[in-house]
């Protein structure tokens, strides 16, 4: 899987390629984090050039597919309706299944023992962790940009409210 944050200007498309084989499970999972109205279009197109997913002016979302056509799929990221903001975009690719946490799980005929159950168990948890801890990490992105924007205007109302005192007071 490949994690990457990235900058994308106003009025412009930025593309991404990975060679996939045949029957391959992928998920693309994006967020804008800061820009605009936090909106941007996505769309991934197959090795034939046909477009599998599509959407506009999203703030965020996930496409899990199963590749059909062997070669290289481009998934991109597009802010050309935006004339003036630029935008900064997480996304997450994953490519393939999680492989067992334990040898042989998918081939085992018997139950799981105790201690296996509860590798199973913490294994799934930890991802949750994982998760969330990326929710948090992109949420607490999104709030530290909001809180500086708002933080430069009121210094710049601030500064506003000190000329006009000088003008009355001379």
């Known amino acids: 899987g490949t994690e990457l944050t990235f900058e994308l200007p106003d ?22 984090i800061t820009g605009g109205h936090y909106d941007v279009d996505c769309y991934v197109e197959d090795p ?14 996930s496409f899990p597919h199963r590749a ?16 003036f903001s630029h935008k900064t975009v997480y996304f997450d690719f994953q490519v393939g299944d999680e492989p067992p946490i334990l040898p042989d799980m998918s081939n085992r005929v018997t139950a799981l023992t105790q201690m296996e159950s509860a590798c199973v168990t913490i294994h799934e948890a930890l991802n949750t962790v994982i998760d969330s801890q990326t929710h948090y990490r992109l949420r607490e992105a999104q ?9 430069g205007r009121v210094s710049y109302w601030s500064v506003g409210e000190t000329v006009i005192l000088f003008v009355v007071s001379i």
Do not use: M, P, W
């Open 11 to 32: 009025s412009a498309k930025q593309c991404f390629h990975q060679e996939l084989e045949r029957g391959l499970k992928f998920t693309l999972d994006y967020q804008v």
């Open 48 to 61: 034939n050039g046909r477009t599998i997913y599509k959407e506009t002016k999203k703030q965020y979302d």
């Open 68 to 83: 059909e056509v062997k070669g290289v799929y481009t998934f991109c990221f597009s802010n050309e309706f935006s004339t």
């Open 143 to 151: 709030d530290r940009s909001r809180a500086e924007d708002l933080n």
